[in-house]
């Protein structure tokens, strides 16, 4: 049986898993209340009536084939505490561990070893500004505070309902109860997303490295803030903002002339230990997203048809957890974070929605200078006082860690690679995101929806929406702060008042549209607007490749159905051959071997499907090109982007930057062009693997742990490459779609079809825990059902009769 030899598996496993404190290896093995319980209750739904405390009625639960909950109650309220109490059957380890890594909590069930990891976390501030934003929240008797303790209700009562041998497997493994979940759980969760997609602390401090270890002009020229090649989210003939009056500076195009050879930067690298967990990497580029609609004039259906697919970290269990709410006021169907109380990208009987992360600088770090007792830093003409914490990290089966947590009026500080730096970011402010949700989740017309949006703060968010009266449009939602000097890259002085942020960028100054001309919309987490936008949004807008495709191919048809949406979604073609091969069909002087590569790359037309082999060459040649232009020391940890490569290439052939250091000759475009051609040619042959046999699919447990490699899976044949639009950097790809859906407005109500890599359950037991995985890999969705009542669900002999 498939359930035992799992179990037996993960007691060899379990000996060598790197936790410090000792596992509870008895309960893998107990024959009847060991792993087998967990086996047995797989699958086990609770379906029926719920009525928990604090329910002024009783609410129906169903579930689909699928496993999705469909929760109706007759109130809010009521669904939101059934909620709590059906989502915590299915995923309450994970809500635990997302709390825990958002308050800096692991080491006292983890052990010594992820010390670092929660003075890394706690020195975000998160934990500090949850219990700010919980406080203020119950002054002023928000609804997102009542909506969090409604969940908190449902949650107990199901924790309070399980047994020792009932809590999901990872408890057991590690020793011990989950602890009540409160109302501030909630936000401690919510954080944690806003941390994923907003905190960047070690690439700015490798940028800074790199700024100060060059000229500013050739900073200025090879990363520039307009990325060559993007389209703008905001098209160039709806621009709402007074041209003329751009503030934003660009680098211009012309030629590179003598440049200075830069040094190596200083290593800035964050806490030891914490740089390399997935749960201290805040935002990465592979963290994006996509969404896309067309208006009625450019759907086949005539009415509006709204598209997205949110790419982050691909965990099992999944990051998201599908849901269908209806009450008398609402009926909700999307996807959440377990342990927040809403859906957050979702859809009801009126508005549908789909994000992209902005990925504007929501963050700036700034470096103090301390006072000889380090209990003060400069500020103007004078010094300010630290606040001092005491602060305590418990340990498990060690001492507790004794610590001081300092601020300053910018943020918490902390000390990195000698230099003291303070974090100002947006996370650590007064949010009203989760009020926006609720609103958002309840909205039926577009203005409805419009004035939730104005309580967006944290993580700011491209929010594409579909509404009544044929309406798409999409704003660049959230806090973006306005910057005294108008800027705000690396790292920033912070004895200076230039570095404050002096408001945020008013929200219908933000940059929006809504209907445009051309019929249709499309975010790729491209820069939000041109050059020309008066206020600053930030500069490392990397995601060139996936805007020109999107644009093309919406563009290039006049009319969309929602499976073309669909298919765009799956679609896998590289626009880096389109701009890299040219360079090289004409290219002489090639050996015979180079020759038959080079061939093999022109005739390639760009798809990155798992039967292909051209990708596999390409990713060698495109490696190849970058270390061979990118060599100096400089650009150890960080190099400009693809799309300034090839415009160095292309339009500056002889930029000192082409030049190979290791040679004594001077090489311009074409020469690294063969140098790079004829060592790919020696490393992969032609005749060489196919791309689904050497790039797939990893999809890891939630704790990162390698030695819960059974709860992995993968690798899984998977097409893409890095900034296809359905993305696929690397060989083991980790990061990609989590969500896709497509949403058509023609009909009665909203038809909509989904879905994310994993299942229902985080019992890798279940059949739930991994059920959509290869349904996902296959780029099929299900149909996501939203029926009014109950009985809706089943046949007259209580059999499901909603199928994927």
């Known amino acids: 049986m498939v359930y035992s030899s799992v179990a037996v598996l993960l007691v060899i496993m379990a000996m060598r898993l790197p936790v410090s404190g000792p596992l509870r290896l008895e309960t893998l093995?107990?024959?009847?209340?060991?792993?087998?319980?967990?086996?047995?209750?797989?699958?086990?739904?609770?379906?029926?009536?719920?009525?928990?405390?604090?329910?002024?009625?009783?609410?129906?639960?169903?579930?689909?084939?699928?496993?999705?909950?469909?929760?109706?109650?007759?109130?809010?309220?009521?669904?939101?505490?059934?909620?709590?109490?059906?989502?915590?059957?299915?995923?309450?380890?994970?809500?635990?561990?997302?709390?825990?890594?958002?308050?800096?909590?692991?080491?006292?069930?983890?052990?010594?070893?992820?010390?670092?990891?929660?003075?890394?976390?706690?020195?975000?501030?998160?934990?500090?500004?949850?219990?700010?934003?919980?406080?203020?929240?119950?002054?002023?008797?928000?609804?997102?505070?009542?909506?969090?303790?409604?969940?908190?209700?449902?949650?107990?009562?199901?924790?309070?309902?399980?047994?020792?041998?009932?809590?999901?497997?990872?408890?057991?493994?590690?020793?011990?109860?989950?602890?009540?979940?409160?109302?501030?759980?909630?936000f401690l969760v919510g954080w944690n997303l806003m941390f994923d997609l907003t905190y960047q602390r070690e690439s700015a401090l490798v940028m800074d490295g790199v700024r100060s270890a060059m000229s500013a002009e050739d900073f200025d020229l090879l990363f520039r803030v307009d990325e060559p090649y993007s389209v703008p989210i905001v098209p160039l003939e709806e621009r709402h903002w007074n041209v003329a009056g751009g503030r934003a500076r660009t680098a211009g195009t012309r030629p590179l002339g003598a440049i200075s050879v830069p040094k190596a930067p200083e290593s800035h690298s964050i806490a030891p230990g914490a740089a390399d967990l997935a749960l201290t990497e805040g935002f990465l580029p592979g963290k994006g997203s996509n969404n896309f609609a067309v208006g009625g004039f450019r759907s086949a259906t005539g009415a509006p048809i709204v598209a997205g697919d949110m790419h982050l970290g691909l965990n099992l269990p999944s990051i998201w957890y599908e849901v269908h709410l209806v009450t008398p006021d609402m009926n909700t169907y999307g996807v959440t974070v377990p342990g927040v109380p809403v859906p957050i990208e979702a859809f009801n009987r009126k508005i549908g929605w789909a994000f992209t992360n902005t990925g504007s600088d929501q963050v700036d770090h700034l470096e103090l200078e301390l006072d000889a007792e380090g209990v003060r830093y400069r500020y103007a003409d004078g010094w300010r006082d630290l606040e001092l914490i005491p602060d305590t990290i418990r340990v498990l089966d060690a001492p507790p860690v004794l610590e001081t947590l300092r601020w300053s009026h910018w943020g918490p500080v902390t000390t990195d690679g000698g230099r003291t730096i303070a974090t100002q970011w947006t996370a650590n402010s007064r949010i009203r995101t989760f009020q926006a949700l609720w609103r958002m989740n309840h909205a039926e017309s577009y203005a409805e929806f419009e004035s939730a949006l104005r309580l967006w703060d944290v993580p700011m968010q491209n929010i594409l929406v579909g509404a009544p009266g044929d309406t798409i449009a999409i704003r660049s939602t959230g806090y973006l702060p306005v910057r005294a000097d108008g800027t705000g890259y690396g790292v920033r002085d912070g004895s200076s008042p230039l570095s404050e942020w002096t408001g945020r960028v008013p929200f219908d100054e933000l940059p929006h549209v809504i209907n445009p001309g051309r019929g249709y919309l499309a975010s790729t987490n491209q820069r939000p607007a041109d050059e020309t936008y008066p206020y600053y949004l930030g500069r490392d807008w990397r995601a060139v490749m996936r805007s020109i495709r999107i644009d093309e191919i919406l563009a290039g048809k006049e009319t969309h159905s929602a499976a073309d949406m669909a298919a765009y979604q799956g679609d896998v073609h590289a626009v880096q051959r389109d701009l890299f091969v040219p360079l090289i069909a004409d290219l002489d002087g090639l050996s015979a071997q180079a020759t038959r590569f080079r061939d093999a790359l022109t005739s390639w037309d760009g798809s990155t499907a798992v039967d292909a082999r051209e990708p596999a060459l390409f990713s060698v040649w495109e490696s190849m090109l970058r270390e061979m232009t990118w060599d100096e020391p400089v650009f150890a940890r960080r190099s400009p982007s693809r799309a300034r490569l090839h415009q160095l290439l292309s339009e500056t052939p002889d930029s000192p930057w082409l030049d190979i250091q290791r040679t004594s000759v001077r090489e311009d475009a074409a020469m690294v062009l063969r140098a790079s051609l004829e060592q790919a040619a020696d490393s992969v042959a032609v005749e060489g693997p196919l791309w689904g046999e050497m790039h797939g699919l990893v999809l890891r447990h939630i704790t990162g742990s390698g030695a819960l490699r059974p709860f992995w899976r993968g690798p899984i044949p998977y097409p893409g490459y890095s900034e296809t639009l359905s993305p696929g950097a690397g060989l083991n790809v980790t990061h990609s779609a989590s969500w896709r859906v497509v949403l058509d407005f023609s009909g009665e109500k909203i038809a909509a079809r989904g879905i994310y890599p994993g299942g229902s359950s985080g019992n890798p037991f279940s059949t739930r825990y991994d059920a959509s995985v290869d349904d996902f890999a296959s780029f099929r969705l299900y149909d996501l059902h939203t029926p009014e009542t109950p009985q809706a669900l089943v046949d007259s002999r209580g059999r499901l009769v909603i199928d994927p």
């Open 29 to 186: 093995i107990d024959p009847v209340d060991g792993f087998w319980a967990n086996a047995r209750a797989a699958d086990r739904f609770s379906a029926g009536s719920i009525r928990v405390p604090g329910m002024t009625a009783q609410a129906e639960v169903a579930f689909d084939r699928r496993g999705v909950p469909h929760i109706f109650a007759q109130s809010d309220e009521d669904a939101i505490r059934a909620f709590g109490y059906v989502v915590s059957g299915d995923r309450l380890f994970q809500m635990d561990f997302l709390r825990r890594v958002t308050a800096g909590r692991l080491a006292e069930v983890l052990g010594p070893d992820l010390v670092e990891t929660d003075r890394f976390l706690r020195g975000t501030g998160m934990a500090r500004s949850v219990d700010q934003n919980v406080a203020w929240m119950r002054e002023e008797n928000r609804i997102d505070l009542q909506v969090a303790s409604w969940f908190a209700e449902g949650v107990n009562a199901r924790l309070e309902a399980m047994t020792d041998v009932e809590l999901p497997v990872e408890f057991r493994l590690l020793g011990y109860r989950p602890e009540k979940w409160t109302a501030k759980d909630a």
